[in-house]
């Protein structure tokens, strides 16, 4: 059984920066998209950032700039690197792993509260 968890989020000043951390336990036998999505109180789940089993990345475009995702096949890992957070950015992030990258069989992790506030 495949379980993500994630780890890393907090209160934050505005402007301030925080990094998600998700860490893959379980067996995964084929290649897999990691992403991060969010939502925020009364919103829908939104994609946030993706990056795929190549490398390749995408990001919503009110994080362009601000925000890097990153992976660590070997360790297993996927990250999120937040910086000049706003008050909108407040969310639960939640951690994705999509096998295969097309949707079929996808996890998510319990979610990291991020809050930004001064």
């Known amino acids: 059984q495949v379980q993500l968890v994630e780890s890393g989020g907090g209160l934050v000043q505005p402007g301030g920066s925080l990094r998600l951390s998700c860490v893959i336990s379980?067996?995964?036998?084929?290649?897999?998209?990691m992403g991060w999505y969010r939502q925020a109180p009364g919103k829908q789940r939104e994609l946030v950032a993706v990056i795929t089993s190549g490398g390749r990345t995408n990001y919503a475009d009110s994080v362009k700039g601000r925000f890097t995702i990153g992976r660590d096949s070997a360790q297993r890992t996927a990250y999120l690197q937040m910086n000049s957070l706003k008050p909108d950015d407040t969310a639960v992030y939640y951690c994705?792993?999509?096998?295969?990258?097309?949707?079929?069989?996808?996890?998510w992790g319990q979610g990291t509260q991020v809050t930004v506030s001064s």
């Open positions: 379980g067996s995964i036998f084929s290649f897999y998209d």
């Open positions: 994705n792993l999509d096998v295969g990258g097309i949707g079929l069989k996808v996890y």
